[in-house]
């Protein structure tokens, strides 16, 4: 009788994992054994990267939202996440579901009535307690939640998707590097760029299961009347939602993912609609229409805008809520834009951005304003000004607008219901994520590894709470973006490299010899191709095949009453003109031309045509100033049929009045 033991298996990049870990672990004995000195830290460099580089995060937000603005409305739209004749792994509303629950789910619940409360006893620039307060504060939560947020999220994961799909590369951050680094992406820097991917992706969520957390805790707190808001309370809370998300890990995106983001989403939908009834229904749908118009008509001064020119006051407010968002989109790009590719193979470019950019925003447009202007409405109507007074608890401020409604037991439930579970799905698809960077894509890996993924962020989340709270957590966002957000800028580089790539080998059309040839002499065709054409072999070329078949038509045209002549330029050149009165004449031209072999040709002793730097083709060209081609295949006949198509298409355009004009205009030779 023999016995057997199953291996202990993983897929971690070690490269990867052993340095993350190593700086997760070393912050964590830190905020563990001095708190105080870990949340001044935090802080005193949250100061230096607002001070010295916010400029950098509102330049490099606005160009990604230009950039994917521009590649959707280009012809590289058209390209497919995948081969060309790929599907959608997942249905449009399954996949628009995991979007929003993956991206903001716990966010829109945090800063849903705490964000425009707070911009509206603080405005950055309008009179508090005005009604353009109340418009700019709608107007800069619509910006913080809208399309910028998303274009972050939707480089990242486009550059993603497209390189592991397009170029079936691994689901990593480093393979967005390929167009740059080649096969360096397999050595130390591609290792440090998906270091800093994990350290930035675990910190991001980290903050965002923060603020969930105390969310959580002040709804219980809330409902129930029992105490959740103490520390031990929290971290209680953390520990029972990092094993409901290693559970629904564990089951993969297919299953436990994609059945809490669609069950998220209807709870959503439920809510919001409960308040847009509850509430002041008239003025939101009308607070809805005008907030569109507002963003829409100040979007771009909104993107470059970094209030150099307002006071002091201003500047501040804009590091404290813009940068910091930015920052936090920019924390949470490795996670949401992984995740957003991971289940975006089979869709276009075009219909992956305009899905990515608008749908999701679009929502959060709805939800902030219900919930926002709701909350407006109520502060400024019903409980005179009783939510501004309690805006600086924004852990509560949520369940306190809820009373103000009917059922506000039942709807605070619901709250906390929806919470725990965008609580659950950001920790759950976090840890797939997450494990995904760690093992450089490796479809394979083992549960116990998304388990041990799980319980590190929850171990993050718990530790930076205890170290300073809050801002302990906010601060600690920033300082990690700043990093990934100059690997972002290299990705976006390198994507337009991999697109350029791809159009390219797309429009390579066969040579024209090509469309003459009927496969006979293919051994002579063959031979041509593995051999490196030199000058000699064009001269051979010309002497042989182009003088012949030039004079052959030559003799008929002059034989037919039209004047055609063959004229030998120089050694590398010559042409068939045909005369033709007051029109451009035709010209049916080929040069001898050189081209460089591409250094990384020549290194490859695999391809043909790499044994000499330069190779040298026979070329057409035309006085009409189109681009000419190479001939060197031709035989003959075929080079007989090519010039006697091109006299065709001139003799058909000239007979055309619309181009006319170009046919009296002067040759180009």
Not at 61 to 71: D, P
Not at 146 to 166: E, S
Not at 406 to 432: K, R
Not at 461 to 482: D, E, F, N, R, S
């Amino acid at each position: 009788m023999t016995t057997s033991t199953l291996p202990t298996r993983t897929t971690f990049c070690w490269p990867v994992v052993l340095p993350s870990m190593a700086l997760v672990l070393a912050l964590l004995m830190f905020s563990i054994f001095s708190p105080g000195d870990t949340e001044q830290i935090f802080i005193s460099s949250k100061t230096w990267v607002t001070q010295y580089f916010s400029w950098f995060y509102t330049l490099a937000v606005a160009g990604f939202v230009i950039l994917l603005l521009g590649i959707a409305m280009s012809r590289y739209g058209k390209i497919r996440l995948g081969p060309d004749d790929a599907e959608p792994e997942f249905r449009f509303s399954s996949w628009i579901a995991m979007l929003f629950a993956a991206g903001m789910g716990v966010g829109l619940m945090y800063f849903g009535v705490g964000e425009p409360i707070q911009h509206l006893i603080a405005p950055p620039t309008a009179a508090i307690g005005t009604p353009a307060a109340a418009r700019e504060a709608m107007l800069m939560t619509f910006f913080h939640w809208g399309i910028h947020a998303w274009a972050i999220y939707a480089v990242v994961g486009l550059v993603l998707a497209y390189f592991g799909f397009r170029y079936n590369l691994p689901l990593t951050i480093r393979s967005g590097l390929y167009p740059i680094l080649k096969q360096k992406i397999h050595g130390p820097w591609g290792h440090a760029v998906d270091v800093f991917a994990l350290c930035g992706t675990i910190f991001g969520i980290a903050t965002t299961l923060g603020y969930g957390v105390m969310q959580l805790s002040a709804g219980l707190s809330h409902v129930t009347g029992w105490d959740f808001g103490g520390i031990h309370m929290q971290l209680g809370l953390i520990v029972a939602v990092v094993v409901l998300a290693g559970l629904s890990a564990a089951s993969g995106v297919g299953k436990g993912v994609r059945i809490l983001s669609e069950v998220n989403l209807l709870l959503a939908i439920a809510l919001l609609a409960f308040v847009l009834i509850a509430g002041p229904t008239l003025y939101l749908l009308g607070a809805f229409s005008e907030n569109i118009g507002n963003y829409l008509a100040n979007i771009v001064q909104l993107t470059f805008r970094n209030f150099t020119y307002e006071a002091a006051n201003s500047e501040g407010w804009y590091q404290g809520w813009t940068i910091l968002y930015w920052a936090w989109w920019i924390s949470w790009a490795p996670f949401v834009g992984m995740f957003i590719a991971r289940i975006s193979r089979g869709r276009t470019i075009r219909e992956f951005i305009i899905g990515v950019l608008v749908i999701p925003a679009t929502f959060n447009f709805l939800w902030m304003t219900v919930f926002g202007n709701a909350a407006i409405w109520i502060d400024t109507n019903v409980a005179m000004g009783a939510l501004s007074a309690s805006a600086g608890n924004v852990d509560a401020l949520l369940f306190a607008f809820l009373d103000y409604l009917p059922w506000a037991g039942f709807s605070s439930a619901l709250a906390i219901v929806l919470i725990a579970i965008f609580f659950v799905t950001s920790a759950d698809s976090g840890a797939l994520v997450i494990d995904n960077i760690a093992s450089r894509g490796n479809p394979k890996s083992p549960v116990w590894q998304r388990l041990f993924w799980a319980v590190i962020l929850g171990l993050v989340a718990g530790c930076l709470l205890t170290a300073g709270g809050l801002k302990a957590l906010q601060a600690m966002t920033i300082v990690a973006a700043l990093p990934f957000a100059v690997v972002m800028i290299l990705l976006c580089w390198g994507l337009l490299k991999g697109l350029r790539a791809d159009e390219l080998h797309s429009r390579q059309k066969l040579s024209h010899a090509s469309n003459f040839w009927n496969g006979k002499q293919w051994r002579k065709r063959l031979a041509q191709i593995l051999r490196q054409t030199d000058q000699a072999d064009v001269h051979r070329f010309f002497a042989e095949t182009v003088t012949p078949a030039m004079y052959l038509i030559e003799q008929e045209l002059t034989q037919r009453g039209v004047k055609a002549q063959v004229q030998f330029i120089d050694a590398d050149t010559m042409q068939l003109v045909v005369e033709q009165d007051q029109l451009r004449d035709f010209v049916y031209g080929v040069k001898c031309t050189q081209q460089a072999v591409p250094d990384f040709a020549l290194a490859n002793e695999a391809l043909p045509l790499s044994s000499q730097p330069v190779t040298f083709e026979p070329t057409t060209y035309f006085v009409d100033g189109r681009k000419g081609y190479d001939i060197q295949y031709f035989t003959e006949e075929e080079l007989l049929a090519d010039i006697l198509k091109q006299y065709e298409r001139h003799l058909s355009l000239s007979l055309n009045a619309d181009a006319a004009l170009l046919q009296h205009a002067p040759s180009h030779r």
